[in-house]
């Protein structure tokens, strides 16, 4: 089985994965209102399915001012 990159809080780690973005982020702990999430690239959904050779970059959201 092919192996997930994901980037969190600029750290690389590799993990197997099939499921949607949405059920990755609740397996991960991180709320879906205080990131950005890319996968191979490009902006996505939290509906969206990843898993194996899949890159998701999940990108925490800087709030105030």
């Known amino acids: 089985m092919r192996i997930m ?4 809080d600029n750290e690389k780690r590799e993990m197997e994965y099939q499921g949607t973005v949405e ?5 991960l ?4 209102e205080e990131v950005v999430i890319k996968v ?3 902006l996505s959904a939290e509906t969206t399915e990843v898993g ?3 890159k998701v970059e999940i990108i925490k959201v800087v709030f105030g001012g």
């Open 5 to 8: 990159e994901l980037i969190l």
């Open 40 to 42: 191979n690239g490009e």
């Open 29 to 32: 702990k991180v709320m879906r």
């Open 52 to 54: 194996s050779a899949d």
């Open 23 to 27: 059920q990755l982020l609740k397996e």
